[in-house]
C-alpha cells in the first residue's frame, strides 16, 4: 500500500502561531459563555441589565462564538495538515492578525456605538435603528465581519494551493480517482480530504457573505443602491450556515489524527469515507433553507429541496467518523485520559446536536420550533459537546507532559462536570423550546423562568470545567511547544 509521509522542519515560529491561536480562541470562549450565562441569569431574573444590555451581548456572543470556534477549527487543521503539504506560515499568522483587527472593530461597533441587531445582521435592521445606534456602529459591526472573512479567505486560499501544488487538484485532495476509480490505497489521508472539503464550502460561503457585506455597507451611505431584503437574508444564512458548520469538520481531524495514535491503528481513507466526504461537500450548500421555510416568496421546489438535503447531510460524515472512531477503539486497549475522552465524547456530543436539527428541519414542526429556544438547544449541543470537545481534547493532547502522564482527580472531575453541565444547560434550552418559549427574548413569562434558572445552574457548572480546562492548557504551554518533528514520527502510523 502506498504511503504519504511528509516530514517538515521542526519549525518554532509555526508551534507559536498554533499556540497562539489557541490561547487566543480559549480566552475569547470563556468570555462568549459568560456572556451566555449573564444571559440566563437575566431571563431568569437573578439579574437585571436590562434590555439594551442584553441584546449588546447576545449580538457579541453569536458573532464571538461563531468567530472563535471558527479560529479554533482552523488551528487544528492547520496544525495537522502542514504535516502532508508545504502551508504558508506568514498567511497563517495574517488571518490571526485580521481576526484580532475584526474582533476591535466589532467590540467598538457594540459597546461603544450601541450596535445591537444581532449576528445576523439582517437586512435592512442595521441602516434602520430608529436612532438606536449610529450609520458608523453599523458599519464598523459589519466592517470587522468582513475583515475576519478576508483573513479566512487568505488561508483557504493558501491551503487550496498548497493541496493542488501538492496532490494535483482539489478533487485529487477528495481522492476522486479512488472514489470513481480503481482504489489502488494511494488515497489521501483523512486530514487533506476534510481540509479540501471545507476550503471549497469555506471559500463559497466567504465570497458569498463578503458579497452581501459589502452590498449593504454601499446601501449604509447610497440609500439609493436598493437590495431584495429577500436576496439579503438567503446570503447571509447561506454564509453562516456554511461557515459554522465547516467548524465542526475542521476540528474532526484532530479524531482522525489522535486516536489512531492512541490505539496503534490507522484511520484509512477507504472509498465510503471519501464518498461521505465528497456527498457533504456539495450538500452542506444546499442544507440552509431550513432558516427560510417561513419565507413563503422563495419558490416551493427550493424549500423543499432544502428539507431533502437536510435530512440527508445529516448522515454522510457523521456516521462514518462516528463508526470509525468506534471501530479503532473497540477491542484496541486504549488507555483513557482527558484528550481520548474529550474526542470520544464529542462525537457523541455531535450526533446528539444533529437530532434536534434533523427535527427542526421538517417542514411542519419548522413552522412552530424553528423561532423557539429548541433551535439554540440544537447548536449549542453541536458546538459545546461536539466542537468545543474537540477542541479542548486537542489542548489537552498538545500539553501532555509525556505519554503516560496521568490525569489528575480534578481534571476527571471537570471532564464529567463538563459533560453533566452542558448536557443539562442544552436540554433546559430543548425543552423550553418544546413548550414554545421564543427565542431571542430578553424578558420571560414567569412560567418560563424555572427553566431558564436551572439552565444557569448548569452552565455555572459549565464554566467551573471550562475553567480547569483552559487553565490547564496555559499552564502546560511548554509542553505543548513540542517540535513538529516528534508529531512527524507519529504521523506514519495515521498515514500508512
Known sequence: MASYTYTPVPDTGAKAGVLAYLVVSAVVLLLMMVFGLLMRLEQAQITSIGGLWFYKIMTLHGAGMVGIVALAGAAIMWHFLRLYVDLSNGIFMANLALFLIGVVMILASVL???F???WTFLFPLPGNSMGLWSTGAAALFMGGLLVIGVGFVL???????????????????LGWP???????GNAPPPTVVASTMVTIVNLVGLVVGASILVMMLVNLYVPSFEIDPLLAKGMIYFFGHVFINAVIYMAVIAVYEILPRYTQRPWKSNKVFLASWTASTIMVMFIFPHHLLMDYAYPKWFLIVGHII??????PI????????????????????MCSRLL??????????AMPAFIDGTITVNYVMHNTLWVPGHFHTYLLLGMVAMVFGFMYYLGKPNENAKDSPIDVAAFWAFVIGTMGFTMSFLYSGKISVPRRYAEHLPEWVPYDRLASYFVMLLLAAVLVFIFRFLSRLGFAGRDYQRASQAQSLATT
Open 112 to 114: 461603544l456605538g450601541d
Open 116 to 118: 445591537h441587531a444581532a
Open 155 to 173: 488561508l483557504h486560499l493558501d491551503i487550496a494551493r498548497a493541496i493542488i501544488v501538492r496532490y494535483g487538484g482539489l478533487g485529487r485532495g
Open 178 to 184: 479512488q472514489l470513481f476509480g480503481h482504489d489502488d
Open 310 to 315: 437536510g435530512y440527508l447531510n445529516t448522515f
Open 318 to 337: 457523521l456516521i462514518v467518523t462516528g463508526y470509525g472512531a468506534m471501530m479503532i477503539v473497540y477491542r484496541s486497549g486504549i488507555r483513557w485520559d
Open 344 to 353: 470520544f465524547v464529542s462525537l457523541f456530543g455531535w450526533a446528539v446536536g
